[in-house]
Each structure stands twice: as structure tokens, then as C-alpha cells.
């Protein structure tokens, strides 16, 4: 059943935009490094209600086992210790269950993935 | 350009699980009568890490104001009315913008051709 991994930052009181760009470029460097991510959304809050959060990322996995991987791997981790300890406020989080909601195309591509790092290994 | 809606709840102590199975039901019902919602995926965290809320929303829209426009439906005023107010310790929330999800086939086909450069890499 898939898997999903939902954050929330309130960034420390001498964090700047400058930080909050490092976050962004940060966090979208790592599914690539990661492979068990399968989506990754993230982004800070636009301002449209009071008493928010900062800063949200929304991350899917295939299984409460690929959301552990991703949690205690090296890039995950070196991100962790870069760009979050000493920076936030506040941190809120939920992993919960998710109905199957990615569609025959995903399925699709990943069986396709699969087929052609086989191929990959066979070829090497 | 999208637009998600992400809120987490941490239940006030006399919160019992049947109070937590009305806030599911309410929840699964409000897509069929906000037509705005264009995905709506709830859930009680699943007790994996420490120190986490409890239960999180994740609802996309197209536009901040389809979001509005929920977020003020006299559907969505009475579940919070019956389900969550003083029912609640602690409530986090961000609004942000996501990424267009793009045609699948689109994707399908970039990712095709990815995978084939990187084969073509490997090989060469």
C-alpha cells in the first residue's frame, strides 16, 4: 500500500530567503539520489491564511519500508544536518497510508524502468 | 498553477477512535459536494516516528481561489464545526503552489527517452 511521508517547517527567527532557496534546491536534488522517492512536493507556504507553517514537503513512497530507506540515507541525512538542525522552529509530521493513487501510466513507466535496468546489468 | 492545501491535526485527549472514524467518513464525503477538489487524500498517521500529529490532509485544487472557494463551502464549515472544533490540541497548516502535472504520456515518454540516453551512456 503505498506510503506517504508529509512534513511541516517553521523556520528559526534568523533563517532568511536565501536559506529557504538552499532548502528548495536541496530538496529537489535528492529523488534523483534516492530512488525509492516516488513523487516529491514541496514548497513554502504562499500567505494566504494565518498561524501557518513555513514550509511543506509532501513525499511518496511505494512502502513503509522505502520511506525507512530514504530516512536514513546518506543524502537525506547530510540534508538534514546542512539545512534543518539549528534552522527550524518547529517541526510537525504525519506518514500515513495512501490509497493507490497513482495511475496505470506510473505503473506503466516503472515496470518499463525496471525492465530497462535489467537490461542495464545484462548488457554490463 | 496548482495549488495544495496541507493541514495536520494533533486530537485533544478525549478524542476516541470512533470520533477519528466520523472525521474519515465527513472527509471521504466532502469531495462529492466541494466540486473544486480535484484530489483529496487523508489519514491517521500510521505510528512509525516519534513526536507526530495525528492525522493529515492533503487536498489539491487548481487555483488558490477553487481553494477559497472550499475552504468557505457551508459543506466544509459544518464538517469542521462537527469534527474538529474543540476536538483538536494542536492544528498546523501550508498552503503552497505545486508543479502542473504534466500528460501522462508526456512523462512517459521523456522518462522513455531518459532511460534509453542514460542504456546509450553505458553502453558507449
Known amino acids: 500500500m503505498p506510503f506517504r511521508h508529509v512534513v511541516m517547517f517553521q523556520w528559526a527567527d534568523d533563517v532568511d530567503e536565501n536559506h529557504v532557496d538552499g532548502v528548495r534546491a536541496?530538496?529537489?536534488?535528492?529523488?534523483?539520489?534516492?530512488?525509492?522517492?516516488?513523487?516529491?512536493?514541496?514548497?513554502?507556504?504562499?500567505?494566504?491564511?494565518e498561524g501557518n507553517f513555513d514550509y511543506v514537503l509532501v513525499a511518496d513512497f511505494d512502502t513503509v519500508d522505502d520511506w525507512r530507506t530514504y530516512r536514513d540515507h546518506p543524502a537525506h541525512q547530510l540534508f538534514i544536518a546542512e539545512h534543518i538542525v539549528g534552522k527550524i522552529k518547529q517541526r510537525a509530521a504525519v506518514q500515513y497510508q495512501t490509497p493507490?493513487?497513482?495511475?496505470?501510466?506510473?505503473?506503466?513507466?516503472?515496470?518499463?524502468?525496471?525492465?530497462?535496468?535489467?537490461?542495464?546489468?545484462?548488457?554490463?
Chains 1, 2 share one sequence.
Open 100 to 124: 493507490g493513487t497513482r495511475d496505470a501510466m506510473d505503473v506503466a513507466q516503472d515496470q518499463l524502468a525496471k525492465y530497462l535496468a535489467e537490461l542495464d546489468d545484462d548488457i554490463s
Open 26 to 49: 536541496a530538496l529537489d536534488n535528492l529523488p534523483e539520489q534516492i530512488s525509492q522517492v516516488r513523487q516529491y512536493v514541496h514548497g513554502s507556504d504562499v500567505g494566504v491564511a
